[in-house]
Nanobody
Framework: EVQLVESGGGLVQPGGSLRLSCVAS????????MSWVRQAPGKGLEWVSD????????RYLDSVKGRFNISRANAKNTLYLQMNSLKPEDTAVYYC?????RGQGTQVTVSS
C-alpha cells in the first residue's frame, strides 16, 4: 500500500523558513517522480514543485522560485521541501504526491 507521511509544518512569521519532509513507503521511491502540491483555504489544489527520480531535474511554481528548494534522499525514502522567505500567501496545507496519490498533508501558516 502506498503511504506518504508529511511533517514539518507549523506557524511561522513572514520571512521565516520551514523544512517539510515526506516519508514514503509501499512503492519503489527511488524510481518515482515526486511532487509537492498545496491547498490554500477556500482554494483548489495547486502544484508547487516536482523532482525527477535521481534529483537532477526540478521544477517550481513561478511564485516560489528562488525561495523553495525540493530535494530527495532516496536511501531514506524521503522527499523534502525547504521553504525560505515565506509569505502569507504561502499559507496552505502542503502535500507530497506520487501521481494522484497524496499524503494527509501538513499545515503551513505564515502570519505575524
Amino acid at each position: 500500500e502506498v503511504q506518504l507521511v508529511e511533517s514539518g509544518g507549523g506557524l511561522v512569521q513572514p520571512g521565516g523558513s520551514l523544512r517539510l519532509s515526506c516519508v514514503a513507503s509501499g512503492f519503489t521511491f527511488s524510481s518515482s517522480f515526486m511532487s509537492w502540491v498545496r491547498q490554500a483555504p477556500g482554494k483548489g489544489l495547486e502544484w508547487v514543485s516536482d523532482i525527477n527520480r535521481d534529483g537532477t531535474n526540478t521544477r517550481y511554481l513561478d511564485s516560489v522560485k528562488g525561495r523553495f528548494n525540493i530535494s530527495r534522499a532516496n536511501a531514506k525514502n524521503t522527499l523534502y521541501l525547504q521553504m525560505n522567505s515565506l509569505k502569507p500567501e504561502d499559507t496552505a496545507v502542503y502535500y507530497c504526491a506520487r501521481s494522484t496519490r497524496r499524503g494527509q498533508g501538513t499545515q503551513v501558516t505564515v502570519s505575524s
